[in-house]
């Protein structure tokens, strides 16, 4: 298989972000400001907004799971992940305006539970985006470790080593800043490969002509638009959590908390199709690989796409490839280096250690040193070859039993602190038990998951439609799915315990929170979280002293 | 599926792709004069 030399990989690697540190020095402060370093001016406009949202959402797996769906389930495989996936950023827009309108100043979601329940239920949050932030950069390094040892000579650590510090050594002067900066030219990178590259790698293959000659080779559940298959083992998994990912996602919180207030939507509505276009895009080369009859190399499909782009591509095209990748994983490992650093910051200094009253330099220093040792970690644990990705489905699978608790906590006055973590404890509880199948699934057993898997399903339609269209259809829709989805799930879910334990979360969650709720009066004034969640550090070095901003640009001239 | 529709259904999506990347330039162009216009970062 066809390889990049040494040189050129140094070259394209060192080039790429030797690039990105001028674009992070150029906003670079001497005095950064610790909301700043979280959240930005909290007024981002709509470019560099949705730029970053896309960025961040593609990451390197992104390509290959996308293109592993399409050579797997054919036609519609590469839609069953790009397309759930872009949901992911469309449906939280609505509940990110309500966090905006409650804490105008927020800098994470848990820090926004603190305030409306109290520590446990703000750590229970906080605790689950440490974790995938943490699962997620480890994703990103082994990807880069994967690609250099496919595409080059140098070896798997290698990549990581480079992809670590790199990205490290842009992120930690300017934080989220640095992120938002970056990700406009990330991205840029990223479309032009993939526009170039798609229909070069088809045409390769024979443009048109590989339909007719490939199509055969397809079998009837591959060759169909509505394939059941594709639905029910990657797209009905992908579809349940998408509200998942993205409460459970610090990286997305963040971006509606720095966007500009009224360009939410928009933002986010550009970045749903902008992510869509991208993924699916590139989840086609599976789809082809598959009609012209490619054997992934050692049987694995995580291989195909670098090994499409080595054998059908001229050489400057797999040097696009090569960025297009490292944009990906840099653009996301940039982002959870700057949401960890917000989480760690804002949860468990200035929330807890600090007690609300944390001293901005310190604050600002705990902030890198984390980005520093979450840095650390990603690399050596992405040099030790895990299986990273499982444990990131785990994760975002968990994430379900959180769902319900957090945005029922920001709408409905009645949502206790008990309510909302005996409801995650359950649902964590029961999401364990169905997933290793601790219980024997069958009778009543099974019967009792399904149901309550049923429920969960309904759950997940109910608070979509929530978010767009208010409580009257939320409850509408959620109660026709319900029953809709009953005759479908009662007697076979229990066959898909991947399927069936995340609907469990939901449903868990959903029934105790709910009822824990009722049984108590307590009633809730939403007003007093804007009152609770306020900015850290009240002077902006960045706005109240020009000169001294422009005099040191440059972090590492200090 | 036709050929036809099957190399639409291909190629869409980079075409898509160059759609989203035109809309977010004019954005950032738009971020930028507005930034000079009020002074703001």
């Given amino acids: ?558 | 599926m036709s050929s036809f529709a099957l190399t639409a259904y291909v190629l869409i999506w980079p075409v898509l792709a160059t759609m989203v990347l035109t809309v977010l330039c004019i954005g950032l162009v738009r971020d930028i004069r507005t930034a000079r216009r009020t002074g703001n970062d």
């Fill in chain 1, 1 to 558: 298989m066809f390889q990049l030399s040494t040189t050129t990989v140094v070259l394209l690697l060192f080039g790429f972000y030797g690039l990105t540190f001028l674009m992070a020095l150029r906003i670079g402060a001497k005095k950064e400001n610790v909301d700043g370093y979280m959240v930005a001016n909290g007024a981002i406009g709509f470019g560099m907004s949705a730029a970053s949202m896309t960025a961040t959402w593609i990451w390197a797996a992104s390509f290959y799971a996308a293109a592993s769906s399409g050579y797997k389930y054919g036609l519609s495989g590469a839609l069953h992940y790009g397309f759930w996936g872009a949901l992911m950023i469309l449906f939280i827009y609505p509940f990110g305006k309500r966090f905006r309108e409650l804490a105008p100043q927020a800098h994470t979601l848990a820090e926004i539970m603190h305030a409306r329940h109290g520590r446990s239920s703000q750590m229970i949050l906080a605790g689950s985006n440490i974790v995938g932030s943490i699962i997620s950069l480890m994703v990103n390094f082994t990807a880069a470790g994967a690609l250099v040892a496919v595409l080059s000579p140098l070896s798997f650590i290698h990549g990581v080593l480079i992809a670590g510090f790199g990205v490290l050594s842009y992120t930690l002067w300017s934080g989220f800043r640095s992120s938002v900066m970056t990700d406009f030219g990330q991205l840029m990178a990223m479309i032009l490969a993939a526009v170039i590259i798609i229909p070069m790698i088809f045409f390769t293959l024979g443009g048109p002509q590989l339909f007719t000659e490939g199509m055969p080779r397809l079998n009837l559940e591959q060759a169909s638009f509505f394939s059941k298959t594709a639905f029910l083992e990657q797209g009905a998994p992908f579809f349940v959590a998408v509200l998942a990912y993205a409460i459970g996602n610090q990286t997305i919180a963040q971006r509606l908390f720095a966007v500009r207030e009224d360009l939410i939507k928009p933002t986010f509505i550009t970045a749903t199709v902008g992510y869509g276009a991208i993924v699916i895009g590139l989840g086609m080369l599976g789809f082809l690989a598959l009609l012209a009859g490619v054997q992934p190399m050692d049987g694995d499909l995580n291989n195909l796409i670098p090994q499409m782009a080595a054998t059908y591509l001229p050489p400057f095209a797999v040097g696009l490839l090569f960025i297009m990748v490292i944009g990906s994983l840099s653009s996301t490992a940039d982002s959870d280096l700057a949401a960890l650093s917000a989480l760690v910051m804002t949860d468990i200094y200035g929330k807890n250690l600090a007690r609300g009253r944390p001293n901005p330099t310190t604050m600002l220093w705990v902030g890198r040193l984390t980005m520093i040792t979450a840095t650390l970690i990603g690399v050596i644990f992405a040099s030790m070859k895990l299986d990273i990705l499982s444990m990131l489905i785990f994760v975002g699978a968990l994430w379900g039993a959180i769902v319900f608790p957090v945005i029922a906590s920001l709408f409905w006055n009645r949502v206790t602190n008990t309510a909302f973590t005996s409801a995650v404890a359950v649902a964590f509880l029961m999401f364990v038990v169905t997933r290793f199948e601790l219980v024997s699934l069958h009778g009543a057993m099974a019967l009792f998951f399904e149901l309550l898997a049923t429920l969960g399903g309904g759950v997940v339609i109910g608070l979509m439609a929530f978010g767009f269209f208010g409580r009257t259809a939320g409850l509408a829709l959620g109660i026709v799915a319900t029953l809709v989805l009953a005759p479908f799930a009662i007697g076979h879910l229990r066959d898909y315990a991947v399927l069936l334990s995340s609907l469990t979360a939901y449903g868990a969650s959903a029934v105790v929170c709910t009822g824990v709720s009722l049984l108590s009066n307590e009633r809730f004034d939403f007003e007093r979280i804007g009152e609770r969640v306020v900015a850290f550090q009240h002077s902006d070095n960045n706005e109240s002293n020009p000169e001294e901003k422009e005099i040191n640009a440059c972090p590492v001239s200090l």
